[in-house]
């Protein structure tokens, strides 16, 4: 099928902590068609985030990809030159940072910032382009926003001004890394809303990582939920809601089910996600799952298909 | 009748922003002549959009920012314009709690450290009984004494958040601002954060006000919500009442923007 915009096997990605290395990504899949939309469900440390910025490059000395391969459009990107990557980078795939605030320059206008990414991708750049870009965004003032430094604005507004320089270019892919988690109730439908005009309109595939299960069901047509640097769980948003298969996933969801039905005491998963210092060859889950069985320290569960989906949990494994 | 524990009359607070040392001065209204009260025991609501001044009054609350006009009172006494000096006493009864735990705690000082600090700022216990009230906060924020030695940054942070709330909690405070306490949490350890606080509320009857943007959140901590636009608030009342029935316009447009 040509219509395979990227596909990701058996990721693995380490870290180098304290002269040792450790694995925090442990296995990652994910195929995206074009103008799909798939959300990366996990919580913090889960590896949602390292994962994404891998298939940027944008990684540090400390971080090495073991194994596995990212192809984009029939290129394997591991295999590109600092310099190929550049072309890819912004250009095709674009990346909006968690945190607008410090990931804009505030030493720039937000103008600058926006002419820059037209500029630095050689492509035709004017005012009316970035002003055109700031109202699509949902910025009211565009003319006066133009001329501002980003700690003027409010943090819902940066994040605005972030979607607009991941979009400006736009790439056939956008990873939006938890774009509404620091902006209000109000703003997020709007965000979301605006996620899915872009991908309508302009065709852009969008690879959204979030922690929050009502916006993932707003959004996205697929979902993967990550746990402990593993994929543990992926198919249709719809599925996943109606019948999770992980023990881990039915958790969650009965959380976040608890708090918008008003109950009295909060439902809540007791413990804390193991940190990958923690790592072990056994399923992630088990310190907090309640339908453990001896066999699940035995090593990492294997990821079963069933149908559609996928579940990496023993107790569909076939023996 | 309970007592009235924070009333707020008029309080406003005026930026002055300045483009560039030439042009001219820009008035910025974070916050305009808002009202509201807090009886003890009773949890407060303020939600808005980012920019309508939530965190502004939470900072006037417990002045960090000096406010342009108004008065607040705490139990009745005007705190309005008491120097820090003449303030720190009343710093005891009304703490807050940030967003961002990480970024609050000092990274180079140890649980230890940081639960000391408040208990002898305040002198809230003598000296010989400090070990015992931080492992007493310790437990009651559902943390180990193991936890003691370690730095802010090899906790995670649903744990400093915990931290955070036994620094609050260590005054003896009775009114604790939360500004978004769980917004940077997991789904999973949100629950656990907002049932801490829930108990923590019956166990010493503590008054909240309580800031998010989160209508779920808001819904389940809050008896009473105040709503807040471009700086005034435009909307308060029971919360039940006001989100059933919302008057303004854009209350209105707010819960219809839930997902």
Known sequence: MDNRLLEINN??????????????????????????????????????????????????????????????????????????????????????????????????????????????????????????????????????????????????????IMIAQGIISKPDLLIADEPTSSIDASL??????????????????????????EAAKYLCEKLIIMYGGLVMEEGEVNEIFAKPLHPYTEELIKCANSLTQGDLNVYTLEGTAPTPLQFKEECPFISRCKMKLPECSFGIPKMTTLGTRKVRCIKYETR | MPEIALKVENLSKHFIIRNNAFSKKKIIKAVEKINFEVATGESLGLIGESGSGKTTVANLLVK???????????????????????????????????????????????????????????????????????????????????????FPSQLSGGQN????????????????????????L????????????????????????????????????????AVMYQGEIIEIGPTEKVLSNPQHQYTQKLIHALL
């Not at chain 1, 469900?41 to 990212?70: M, R």
């Open chain 1, 188 to 213: 997020k439908r709007t965000v979301l809303d605006l996620l899915k005009k872009i991908n309508q309109k302009s065709h852009m595939a969008i690879i959204f990582i979030t922690h929050d299960f």
């Open chain 2, 64 to 150: 960090l920012l000096e406010p342009s006009e108004g008065t607040i009172r705490l139990f009745g006494k005007d705190i309005t314009h008491l120097s820090e000096e003449s303030m720190r006493p009343y710093r005891c009864d009304i703490q807050i709690i940030f967003q961002y735990s990480q970024a609050m705690l000092d990274p180079k000082m140890t649980i230890n450290e940081l639960l000391r600090e408040p208990l002898e700022i305040h002198q809230v216990v003598s000296q010989h009984q400090i070990d015992d009230e931080v492992n007493r906060l310790l437990k009651m924020v559902g943390l180990s004494e193991t936890e003691k030695a370690k």
């Open chain 1, 11 to 160: 990721l693995k990605i380490s870290f180098y902590h304290q002269h040792r290395s450790i694995q925090v990504v442990r296995g990652f899949d994910l195929s995206l068609n074009n103008r799909e939309i798939v959300g990366i469900i996990g919580e913090s440390g889960s590896g949602k985030t390292v994962s994404a910025t891998s298939i940027l490059k944008l990684e540090d000395e400390t971080q090495s990809i073991d194994s596995g391969t990212i192809i984009f459009n029939g290129i394997n990107l591991l295999e590109l030159s600092e310099k190929e990557y550049q072309k890819i980078r912004g250009n095709q795939i674009s990346y909006i940072f968690q945190n607008a605030s410090s990931a804009l320059n505030p030493y720039k206008k937000i103008g600058l910032q926006l002419t820059e990414v037209l500029r630095n991708h050689k492509l035709p750049f004017s005012k009316n382009i970035v002003l055109d870009v700031l109202k699509e965004v949902g910025i009211e003032e565009a003319d006066t926003s133009y001329d501002m430094y980003p700690f003027q604005l409010s943090g819902g507004q940066n994040q605005r």
């Open chain 2, 161 to 184: 958040q915990r931290i955070l709330i036994a620094r609050a909690i260590a005054t003896r405070a009775k009114v604790i601002i939360c500004d978004e306490p769980v917004s940077s």
């Open chain 2, 186 to 225: 997991d789904v999973s350890i949100q629950g656990q954060i907002l049932n801490l606080l829930m108990r923590l509320k019956q166990e010493l009857d503590l008054t909240y006000i309580f800031i998010s943007h989160d209508l779920n959140v808001v819904k389940h901590m809050c008896h009473r919500i």
